[in-house]
């Protein structure tokens, strides 16, 4: 039987050498690795620093701390992502409020926000979802006008713009992932990045536990006491995990032009198929083309899913609202028909395979076992 990975990674012979480099050296952790790749990072976002880290939840959560979100505070964000998202509110103290998603593109729906705006909500997290940004340009207008701080996720998102406007131009910090899945990828590992110069500079200092100093400072020339000046986290990017991206990130156009070609693959093998629909892509919009989505009916979701999967075709769910986790629910009371589009979104949403190394053939195959499975 063909067996199509859900994911395959595009990491290749140059990168593997890059890592043994540095595994060949002494120095393992955060130093000359990362900061390459932080400036080099930089430079492709376009924003004046990067701070590498260990995941985007730890990105997330540190841009709260810096901003000086937490305890009685409330930050609006979607239902529709992964549950991180929302952990990481909660890991700053905070309360995240779910506001419900547009039915088209699954992300947060702009309208709704203002009326979930109370007296103690300090911030916006914004997701774009599945890679393609989230109307940038009304949040920021509401945020101005309540002044409250806006935190992108971006883990689906660092090829995107929108309305000329690309990640992390209108916010005070925008956080990446490099997890296993994503587009570039270290295993695990993460990134914010930031125009504010001392915003930068205080993630710094939390991502190694408040200590003036990094590992890097503290190995080369004479010994110098280092001291600890606040409470911070251990969240620092290392260099195995620098080395990882920095080919990738090189490469990233290259990539995304790939996979920017499979989705228009998909979307004309799938036209045909009634009960499928993809998500839409918006006008004046650059999509990360990061997860294909699509909606069939939700009464057939979950057995469809088992089809692909005994027919070597691996999928994921992406996602069943976060305010539905049993967590969540026990936690703040949330029941089934809090946020109706979200919720119809996760009964009915499959991802299908999407990467670089994936083959047109291998589109034609899941179209045709989609097709033969939806016809039964
Ligand atoms: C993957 C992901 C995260 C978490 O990223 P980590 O690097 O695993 O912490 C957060 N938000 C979204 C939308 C994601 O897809």
Request: proline share 2%.
């Amino acid at each position: 039987m063909r067996k199509i990975e859900f994911f395959h990674h595009s990491i290749d012979d140059k990168d593997r050498e890059r890592v043994t480099s540095v595994l060949k050296s002494i120095f393992l952790t955060t130093g000359k690795e990362v900061e390459e790749f932080e400036q080099k990072f930089s430079r492709y976002i376009g924003l004046r620093h990067t701070v590498g880290l260990t995941s985007c939840t730890a990105a997330l959560h540190l841009s709260l701390i810096a901003l000086g979100i937490g305890q009685g505070d409330e930050v609006i964000t979607t239902p529709m992502s992964f549950c991180a998202t929302a952990n990481a509110v909660l890991h700053a103290g905070a309360k995240p409020i779910f506001v419900d998603v547009e039915e088209e593109t699954g992300n947060v729906n702009a309208s709704l926000i203002e009326s979930a705006i109370t007296e103690r909500t300090r911030a916006i997290i914004p997701v774009h979802l599945y890679g393609q940004m989230c109307d940038m340009r009304t949040i920021h207008e509401i945020a101005q006008r309540y002044n409250l701080r806006i935190i992108e996720d971006a883990a689906h998102a660092i090829e995107a713009s929108r309305d000329a406007v690309k990640v992390g131009q209108l916010s005070n910090s925008v956080c990446f992932s490099f997890y296993a899945t994503k587009n570039i990828t270290s295993g695990e590992g993460g990134a914010l990045s930031a125009n504010d110069e001392s915003f930068a500079a205080s993630i710094r200092m939390l991502r190694l536990h408040g200590i003036n100093r990094d590992a890097a400072d503290r190995y080369t020339g004479r010994y110098r006491h280092w001291d600890m000046s606040l409470l911070g986290w251990k969240y620092n990017m290392d260099n195995v995990q620098g080395a990882l991206l920095i080919g990738q990130l090189e490469r990233i156009e290259d990539l995304w032009k790939r996979r920017d070609m499979l989705w228009k693959t998909y979307e004309e093998e799938l036209q045909s198929i009634k009960d499928v629909k993809p998500l839409k892509t918006v006008a004046h919009a650059r999509h990360a083309r990061h997860l294909f989505t699509i909606l069939v009916p939700h009464r057939r979701r979950d057995a469809l899913l088992w089809a692909l999967q005994d027919r070597g075709i691996g999928v994921a769910v992406n996602y069943r609202p976060i305010h539905l986790l049993s967590y969540y629910r026990e936690t703040f009371g949330y029941n089934e028909g809090a946020f109706p589009v979200a919720e119809e979104i996760g009964k009915s949403t499959i991802s299908l395979p999407l990467y670089p190394s994936l083959e047109q053939k291998d589109i034609q195959y899941i179209s045709k076992v989609l097709k033969e499975e939806l016809s039964k």
